[in-house]
């Protein structure tokens, strides 16, 4: 042991009773107030329970389709229910087990293992967990009352326009997933600036661990990818509600939006799901090798590389649609491209493997399953993205084959391997390595079972979502197999489920700790408060290069031994080199964000049943408890800088570009650019295969309309720009005027914009021209919506005393997102008003 | 070792300049293709079909000379983060310039809006 400790930050002894504080200040609620918990590993486990049940739920329903399919003519479910059937599988796997479960696995682990004592905005977790997971429940319960969607988990118009699929099944598609998509944006801003703010001290950009670059690239597309559906569903939510014709042939529409649409935020979504599980390999592999992962700074580089050529390969999911083979064949190359990046962290995991002394684990053999199925998943793919191939096996169960594999052998082996890996973390006993090895036994040849005959059964000639088949074809036996497999992956995640129920007992400070010898921060002793003192990062793997490494950070020998503030509390660092800067205070336990995710569930399923007005009441509800959380927020420079180990003196509070909020906001307009940019990417498109609708535009508003809102929106930016000032000088009732103003002017800027277009009667319905410029002002009466709120709240707090020069984070967020309404309300204005004049 | 924090924006945009240039690339010849290809009927579209070969082939010859100085510029390991923004920004430069090369010889073999 090393003697005097006087190199660490903090000295000894610690005062008395410093962790019995800290337990104090992070202990969880107790028995119903457990719903009000927002601390990462009760908010982390739940998340992550709660995706698992969501895939034994679909996994339940896939073995109902083997079992229909087990044999020809098979009478045991008709044609609909076989439809919901297939339709629900991939919808509750995509959306409400894959995503969400890797996003957990980042909320569980990402603390820890950054070094932090929780992510920086702990309620809007809670707040994610809980929209989705009643959400998920209720729209997973509309199967049994014949009220699920069937149009497939990409749901293609025509087939679920109004016309073709009347009723509420598709609408709770299109309206039900909405709170997962605002849950899993939500839980990618307390991702990205996580990763990014809230390290430990020396926790450089290339000191930081696999899993954590991996989820912040996760969240990153996320940021990109996820508008573009959400803008998708709400376009077809607006035809079939109100007959907008954005994908209806007849009226300028065209189906391939909504495929563009979709698969721009499709094809990324593969990788949304596989980049967090390669990350977790990336972390288990040396760990189990005993090793450091070969080639980390190239595996970071796959990861970011495979995060943005993910968004150029969208249309390879569209080869048969008629698009020119030129075009295609970009889409072809960039997916040859891809391969590129994956096929090094591959081999990174297995030059690791080879380099080290393996410990021949339960999580090991999972990884080395994963690769195996991964790379014949891959393997596949790259047929697949050969656009000659593609159209023989376009819709064939090839094409099952290839994706199943991908997915399983991209994310659930790893997720997989990660419980095994990870459940010491997080339980007093880890699960049994006995049973583990009969689990993956299973679940291993199940799935090779179930799904490489598949790819047979694809190429002779089976199409993809028939309900039944009929005999003598060469499909009997190759269906049979196949059905096989499936109950033997089910019996391997049954004996997975008794392995849990016998060995998971959740704990933090009595876990099992470190089985593995790991080398990262998150097996540090820890407790609900994260780690006990926080270390400074020297190297990849710390616990690997400091031997007293545990101990010191258990004795709080490292930085925030206790709690200063006498609160909840946590680092923050500069993002690139992780330099200590300020220390945030975090919340406590409450009510707010649990009420709000209930009734934010509730307002858009209500609304999908077209209860309008009680769903009004429950988004009224849901806002409020937004309100009433934001309130308790901003607490202003209340508490004198304090020490927080070797004379480092940190202040407690910041705003404008050093505060966490600001970082929020800033990825919060990145998600509206992201919005805005598909919204106009939807006028263009439509306008390139209808230009015979945008005649209509001869009898577009006269541009004194545009010229006329645009001034007011600039002057509505100058009030703001001057309430800024004013609140510098400590001219709070100015600030608040010219605030109050500003929200004036933006309704003039409004009122203006929709005169313009009633005024010449622009109908949503008549063409598709009609549905695009009434979607790009819809959006500018959104976000003037969203802005109006903020200013305000803004204004309220002002008029409570809680504004002034130094406490103004909300002003200085409300300022940032106004501004940037503005701006992408003009670039809206040019489009409806400037685009139809340029053209003529 | 210097104590001043590197911009987060700098670094950021550092790092993923390759990838950008690819993405500008990646929209542009695709775009340019799409727009072309849907305007063809139009009294003069037939020229925009004319020029997707060249504007492929310029476009991509400008990516690959935008993404050469990111590629060649070593790192500078007496930095507090070792040249990983360096070395980042070049492995990721590199990977662009592959894309890039596969995306923009297409039309060699490929006739456009066929």
């Known amino acids: 042991m090393r003697s005097p400790h006087t190199s660490l930050p903090s000295t000894e002894p610690r005062p008395p009773g410093e962790l019995d504080t800290l337990r104090r200040i992070w202990a969880s609620p107790r028995g119903l107030a457990f719903v009000t918990d927002i601390n990462n590993n009760v908010v982390g486990i739940a998340y992550v329970a709660a995706g698992l049940l969501f895939f034994v739920l679909a996994g339940v329903l896939a073995l109902v389709m083997r079992t229909q399919l087990a044999v020809p003519q098979n009478e045991l479910i008709g044609p609909s229910l076989y439809n919901q059937l297939f339709t629900m599988h991939g919808t509750v796997m995509m959306f409400l087990f894959a995503v969400p479960v890797v996003e957990a696995m980042g909320i569980l682990l990402l603390p820890n293992m950054l070094g932090a004592r929780d992510l920086p905005f702990p309620r809007l977790s809670a707040y994610a967990f809980w929209a989705y997971f009643i959400g998920g429940l209720v729209f997973f319960g509309s199967i049994f009352v014949d009220l699920a969607p069937r149009g497939g988990w990409f749901m293609y118009p025509p087939l679920t326009t109004e016309q073709y699929s009347p009723g509420f099944n598709e609408d709770f598609w299109l309206l039900g997933i909405g709170f997962i998509e605002i849950s899993a944006i939500a839980g990618a801003i307390e991702i990205i600036v996580g990763v990014l703010r809230t390290r430990a001290p020396g926790m450089t950009l290339d000191r930081i661990p696999v899993f954590a670059w991996a989820m912040l690239v996760f969240a990153v597309m996320i940021v990109f990818a996820f508008p573009a559906i959400i803008v998708a569903t709400v376009l077809l939510e607006l035809e079939r509600a109100f007959g907008w014709p954005f994908f209806s042939a007849d009226r300028g529409g065209d189906p391939l939006l909504w495929q563009h649409l979709f698969w721009f935020f499709g094809h990324p979504e593969v990788y949304i799901i596989f980049l967090p599980a390669a990350g977790m390999v990336s972390m288990i592999v040396p760990a189990m090798a005993q090793k450091p992962l070969v080639g980390h700074r190239l595996v970071v580089l796959a990861l970011i590389g495979t995060g943005f050529l993910s968004f150029g390969l969208w249309v390879h999911h569209m080869f048969t649609t008629g698009i020119p083979r030129l075009s295609l064949a970009f889409f072809s190359a960039a997916s040859m491209a891809v391969s590129i990046p994956s096929g090094i962290q591959v081999f990174s995991w297995i030059a690791t493997f080879a380099a080290g002394r393996v410990q021949w684990k339960t999580p090991t053999l999972f990884i080395i399953g994963a690769l195996a199925v991964f790379v014949i998943g891959g393997l596949t793919g790259v047929m697949v993205a050969v656009v000659p191939f593609d159209w023989q096996v376009h819709d064939t169960y090839f094409v099952v084959a290839h994706f199943h594999y991908v997915l399983i052998g991209g994310m659930v082996l790893p997720l997989l391997a990660a419980l095994y890996y990870w459940m010491p973390y997080v339980s007093r006993r880890p699960l049994s390595e006995r049973l583990g090895r009969w689990v993956f036994g299973l679940v291993f040849a199940g799935v090779n079972i179930a799904f490489f005959p598949m790819h047979i059964t694809g190429l002779a000639g089976m199409p993809r979502r028939v309900y039944t088949y009929p005999g003598g074809l060469g499909w009997d036996l190759l269906n049979l197999v196949s059905t096989a497999g499936a109950y033997l992956v089910a019996a391997g995640v049954l004996l997975l489920l008794v392995d849990i129920a016998r060995n998971f007992r959740f704990a933090t400070e009595e876990n099992a700790g470190n089985v593995w010898n790991s080398g990262t921060l998150e097996w540090l002793p820890n407790g609900n408060y994260s780690n006990r003192s926080i270390p400074v990062v020297k190297s990849r793997y710390p616990l690997w290069d400091d031997p007293t490494l545990a101990e010191d950070v258990e004795a709080g020998r490292y930085y925030l031994p206790g709690a200063p503030t006498g609160g909840r509390e946590t680092i923050v660092t500069s993002p690139v080199e992780a330099r200590p800067q300020w220390l945030l205070q975090m919340p406590f336990p409450g009510w707010a964000h649990f009420i709000a995710a209930v009734f934010t569930a509730a307002f858009f399923l209500l609304l999908t049943v077209k209860l309008v007005a009680p769903a009004l009441v429950c988004g009224a509800i849901a806002t409020a408890a937004v309100v009433a959380w934001l309130w308790s927020l901003d607490p202003g420079p209340s508490h004198p800088p304090v020490d927080v180990g070797g004379g480092l003196r940190l202040p407690v509070y910041m705003t404008g570009p050093s505060s966490q909020s600001w970082w929020a906001m800033i990825v919060l307009v990145l998600v509206s650019a992201s919005t805005f940019a598909s919204a106009a990417f939807s006028y263009l498109f439509l306008w390139t295969v209808s230009p015979e609708a945008w005649a209509e535009a001869r009898s577009m508003p006269p541009a004194a309309y545009a010229v006329i809102a645009a001034a007011a929106l600039l002057a509505s930016s100058a009030c703001v720009a001057y309430a800024a000032r004013a609140l510098h000088d400590n001219a709070r009732t100015a600030a608040c005027v010219m605030l109050a103003l500003a929200v004036t002017l933006m309704i003039a800027g409004f009122s203006a914009e929709l005169a313009g277009h009633l005024g010449v009667g622009v109908s949503a319905v008549r063409s598709a021209y009609g549905a695009a410029v009434w979607l790009v002002v819809s959006l500018f009466g959104f976000f003037a919506v969203i802005v109006i709120l903020m200013a305000s709240f803004t204004i309220a707090r002002g008029i409570a005393g809680k504004l002034d020069r130094e406490r103004r984070a909300t002003f200085d967020n409300t300022a940032l997102f106004w501004h940037y309404t503005v701006a992408q309300t003009l670039a809206g204005l040019l489009l409806v008003h400037g685009f139809p004049r340029l053209i003529a | ?114």
Request: net charge neutral; proline share 5%; hydrophobic share 60%.
């Open chain 2, 1 to 114: 070792m210097s104590t001043r924090d590197t911009p987060f924006a700098a670094a950021a945009l550092r790092i993923s300049a390759g990838i950008m240039v690819w993405a500008l690339h990646f929209a542009a010849i695709y775009g340019y293709t799409g727009l072309a290809c849907a305007r063809r009927f139009l009294d003069d579209g037939q020229a925009w079909v004319a020029a997707i070969p060249w504007v492929i082939g310029i476009s991509s010859l400008i990516a690959a000379a935008a993404l050469m100085p990111f590629i060649a510029r070593l790192p500078r390991t007496h930095r507090a983060d070792g040249g990983f923004i360096e070395s980042s920004s070049a492995g990721l430069a590199a990977l662009a310039l592959v894309a890039v090369i596969f995306e923009g010889v297409t039309f060699l073999w490929l006739p456009p809006c066929e």
